[in-house]
């Protein structure tokens, strides 16, 4: 954790691009609540190909017009050189400096993989492109990715999307801090040095966070799982008990070094401001832990 705490601070929350009318008017008083505490800058997550690829375009577009930078994810899944170049060159007009890049997930029903199969494709070509346009983040898995072969095989792939250009990581989310010590210790020791952020999901659904976690790999520790499956139906004695056990967690991460914390929001504010309210985060220079 010694190369972390050589790196600022910095905060930030995520959102996908809304479906509907109504779900772009609540995303809106998300986004104006979240600003008010002043991040480092929102993402917005990618949908591959089609109307869901727009439908994140004009998200990021239009929160970032609003005054907290704004970060597009951008996928590789099922795209060419050429659309992934357009991509860029809107973002870049419209003075977007930062960018996930991410290999993406499959969607249902699309044959093709694309041109560039892996992320560190992606962050290569990113670079060779847009040179130093774009600060590039890339996803780490501290409890390893669910489809690579091994524990290795994950950390090397993780340093061939640092040695392609990669800037800074944020990782998927995790409820057992020592994971995440053990994977920056990892790479410490393979020498790969950037920033790299702890995701947070904050617990407000056991349900919905059981099926996330499926689907990503993301381990939900036994005591936690008990004591969630313990409170059944009882929805604010989970939010209560998921905001305790996160907010520990956080407080943790942040008293080791980590460099700043990145909330998966699912599109709502309270859960996420909560956490960030008993952390006493405020002023971003003047934590202390």
């Known amino acids: 954790m010694e190369t972390q705490k050589q790196f600022k601070r910095r905060f930030s929350f995520e959102f996908f691009p809304p479906k509907t009318d109504k779900g772009w008017e ?21 949908g591959a190909g089609g109307s869901t690829r727009d439908r994140t375009v004009q998200t990021v577009l239009d929160l970032h017009k609003r005054g907290v930078s704004t970060a597009p994810h951008l996928s590789c899944v099922g795209a060419t050189r050429d659309s992934i170049a357009e991509l860029l060159d809107v973002y870049r007009d419209n003075d977007i400096n930062r960018i996930v890049a991410l290999r993406g997930d499959m969607p249902s029903g699309m044959g093709a993989a694309g041109e560039l ?16 346009t774009f600060n590039i983040e890339v996803a780490a898995y501290p409890e ?67 099926r996330f976690s499926d689907m990503c790999g993301a381990e939900i ?48 504010a309270e859960p996420s401001l909560s956490i960030w309210k008993n952390l006493g985060i405020g002023e971003r220079e003047k934590i202390a832990f």
């Open 26 to 46: 609540k995303l809106q008083g998300v986004r104006n609540t979240l600003a008010e505490v002043d991040p480092d800058f929102f993402s917005v997550t990618f």
């Open 117 to 132: 199969r892996y992320a560190n494709e992606l962050v290569k070509f990113i670079r060779e492109y847009s040179g130093d």
């Open 144 to 210: 390893f990715h669910p489809q690579a072969r091994t524990a290795e095989d994950d950390l090397k792939n993780f340093a061939r999307k640092v040695e392609a250009g990669a800037n800074s990581a944020i990782t998927q989310y995790f409820f057992n801090a020592d994971g995440y010590f053990y994977f920056i210790d990892r790479l410490e020791k393979m020498g790969v040095t950037i920033p790299v952020v702890p995701g947070i999901m904050p617990i407000v659904n056991f349900s919905n966070l059981t």
């Open 221 to 268: 520790p036994r005591w936690i799982r008990k004591q969630l499956e313990a409170y059944g139906d009882d929805s604010d004695s989970i939010r209560k008990f998921g905001e305790e056990v996160v907010t520990e967690m956080c407080a943790k991460l942040l008293a080791a070094g980590a460099p700043g914390l990145h909330f998966y929001t699912l599109n709502q």
